[in-house]
């Protein structure tokens, strides 16, 4: 099982960044997938969710209306289209079925500083 996040970087406040990440060694279409969030020596915190064939999605309160969670099933792909960003939000952005409690893989760190 793997994961290849990506699409991280340095956003100004109010910027926008899209995050992709990449699953392989399992069945990717058949599962829930999210993406957490974790910032230093803190646990992992969830921030977004999509049911398997997209119909259902869910969002931590603090980022609902400019986070969006989508997945390509073909080409076994998740993305995060973050809008919108306060600082809040930066972080290191994983990507899991969701609650599987991992493993994980890289991240891709968000920096969101003036």
């Known amino acids: 099982v793997q994961y290849m996040e990506s699409g991280g970087g340095l956003a100004q406040p109010g910027g926008s960044l899209t995050l992709s990440c990449v699953a392989s060694?399992?069945?990717?279409?058949?599962?829930?997938m999210s993406w957490y969030r974790q910032i230093p020596n803190e646990p992992r915190e969830w921030i977004a969710r999509?049911?398997?064939?997209?119909?259902?999605?869910d969002y931590l309160g603090t980022v609902k209306g400019r986070f969006i969670i989508s997945r390509d099933n073909a080409k076994k792909t998740l993305y995060l289209q973050m809008n919108d960003l306060k600082s809040e939000d930066s972080g290191i952005y994983y990507c899991?079925?969701?609650?599987?409690?991992?493993?994980w893989g890289q991240g891709t760190p968000v920096i969101v500083s003036a």
């Open positions: 060694g399992f069945a990717f279409r058949t599962r829930p």
């Open positions: 899991n079925p969701h609650l599987a409690g991992g493993p």
């Open positions: 999509i049911s398997a064939g997209s119909d259902s999605i």
